[in-house]
């Protein structure tokens, strides 16, 4: 799959779209779009000129320096960005790397909570070195936000979701520490860490390592700090997939193409790769949504039939005084309180095994989905900038070509047909015509090229690095999000078992147990 990628990859960026129309306004670099803006990256300020052997790489390497001890996960993911090709032999390296020290996080879970000033702090427990941390819900929120930023190619496992409003209005007071809540937050919290130190990648990486650091104690402060301050306010598409922290300044002068071009457009690496992919996940999604929906009937009426059953154990045990202690009375009552508490195990179990599996497998789909639309806008906006480049590439021909006009025909014999002759005439004229231009002109002709040229110097070098970063987020985003598929079909695998196999079959041989008596 790898391989066909990269050979309908190499295909694709040479192909221009002819669906596509641009605007004078859509090649226009005057706009600032610079993605370092509002960070306290060195680029910040802008950029005034790039030379484009001394200068862009002196600041990379000053950059690199200063920030060597905030991010040292990111420092691997990147490339000098001076090869065509992406090098697999280094990323595989890499990940090899990082299997050394990604045992020493394994053992690590939430096991209780706390409730400080009415808000609920989740554990986090680390056996290794038996320490915790306590973190709250908009930590894990803000955790998971920015490992997306700062790894785009990979996979972010989902958390929880947020208190649905209906909840509020049925418990208004203390709704944020609804016992309920809090235990499945909880498991799938628990199922979030257990996939990112299951990741190579994650598990080292300096953000995780932070945010269950048993010595910081506020989380927030850390998110004050560098590399997180390091990250651009701008668009993910203004900057390296591959090191967000430390883009090269060239990204600076690459354009967001208009969304409206993502209707219609069409490559082959899109289609033979990632669109059969993205509709089979589109298909599963829906599955997961109507699934999710009629476990939830389920529970509904079987709460229902719950809250009826302790109404009518209630009324038999009254009833059962009533008559003297009849034992008749009195043994059908407690077969109906036992089958209460069956119902209650049940119930509990279909929220376990079935609804909170299919909340994991729709959220983590709906995020596969988000990773291939980002793909997909990389790539339109890699073809998109090169049809700039080949425009204004056009362009500076016509000038040069206005600047150097032809030559005049020479006439060793005249021709025999007077309209011929004519012809050849009015032609030498013109040139002459073009020729003879004021030296105003002329200078300001030339000025125009100088201009036109070193923007295609600044623009080229920046193809060249989009070129690779596109490329590297193509590789990187298929062979996760076919990494996830399985484990979501594994997932989906063992909801449809538990569901056949065991709850209901389960449920039903106690309730046979109790009536049987």
């Known amino acids: 799959m790898f391989l066909l990628l990269d050979k309908t990859f190499l295909t694709a960026i040479n192909t221009l779209s002819d669906t596509m129309e641009y605007s004078d306004d859509d090649m226009d670099f005057s706009v600032d779009n610079n993605p370092f803006a509002g960070s306290n990256h060195c680029f910040s300020s802008g950029i005034r000129s790039i030379d484009e052997n001394n200068g862009s790489e002196s600041e990379r390497d000053n950059d690199s320096e200063s920030e060597s001890k905030s991010e040292s996960d990111d420092d691997n993911d990147g490339n000098d960005n001076d090869n065509d090709d992406i090098d697999n032999t280094n990323i595989t390296a890499i990940e090899e790397d990082t299997t050394t020290t990604a045992t020493e996080i394994t053992n690590i879970s939430i096991t209780t909570f706390e409730i400080i000033k009415d808000t609920v702090y989740y554990k986090i427990q680390n056996t290794n070195n038996n320490t915790h941390v306590l973190r709250r819900y908009n930590d894990f929120k803000s955790l998971r936000n920015y490992l997306c930023k700062f790894y785009p190619y990979l996979f972010i496992p989902p958390i929880p979701e947020k208190h649905s409003i209906s909840r509020f209005f049925k418990n208004p007071f203390h709704y944020k520490n609804d016992i309920s809540i809090i235990e499945l937050r909880i498991r799938l919290l628990n199922y979030f860490i257990k996939r990112i130190i299951n990741n190579k990648k994650l598990s080292i990486s300096d953000i995780w390592c932070k945010f269950i650091d048993p010595y910081i104690d506020n989380w927030l402060s850390v998110l004050n700090s560098p ?98 202690q009849n034992i008749n009375i009195e043994n059908f009552g407690n077969k109906i309180d036992l089958n209460f508490l069956n119902i209650e195990v049940l119930i509990n179990n279909l929220i376990i ?23 997909k806008l990389k790539e339109l906006q890699l073809i998109y900038f090169k049809n700039i480049i080949l425009q204004k590439q056009l362009k500076l021909k016509s000038l040069i070509k206005k600047l150097n006009p032809i030559d005049p025909i020479p006439i060793n014999k005249k021709s025999s047909s007077p309209s011929i002759n004519l012809a050849i005439s009015n032609m030498n004229n013109q040139s002459t015509i073009s020729i003879s231009r004021s030296p105003e002109a002329k200078k300001l002709l030339i000025n125009e090229i100088k201009l036109l040229n070193n923007e295609l110097n600044n623009l080229l070098p920046c193809f060249k690095l989009l070129n690779n970063d596109v490329k590297f987020l193509s590789i990187n985003v298929e062979r996760s999000v076919n990494n996830e598929f399985t484990e979501i079909l594994n997932l989906f695998s063992n909801v449809m078992n538990n569901w056949a196999g065991t709850e209901y079959g389960d449920y039903l041989k106690k309730c046979t147990e109790v009536w049987s008596k």
């Open 227 to 324: 590399p997180f301050t390091n990250l651009s306010t701008n668009s993910l598409l203004l900057i390296q997939t591959q090191n967000p922290t430390k883009p090269s300044p060239y990204f600076s002068f690459i354009p967001i193409p208009p969304l409206n071009l993502l209707k219609k457009f069409q490559n082959e690496l899109n289609d033979e790769v990632f669109k059969n992919l993205e509709n089979i996940l589109k298909i599963i999604h829906k599955i997961s949504i109507n699934l999710e929906s009629k476990i939830k009937d389920i529970i509904h009426c079987l709460n229902g039939l719950r809250g009826n059953m302790v109404e009518l154990g209630g009324f038999l045990n009254i009833f059962s005084i009533l008559e003297n």
């Open 353 to 375: 095994l079935f609804k909170e599996p299919l909340i994991i497998i729709k959220n983590s789909i709906s995020y596969m989905l988000q990773m291939l639309h980002f793909r």
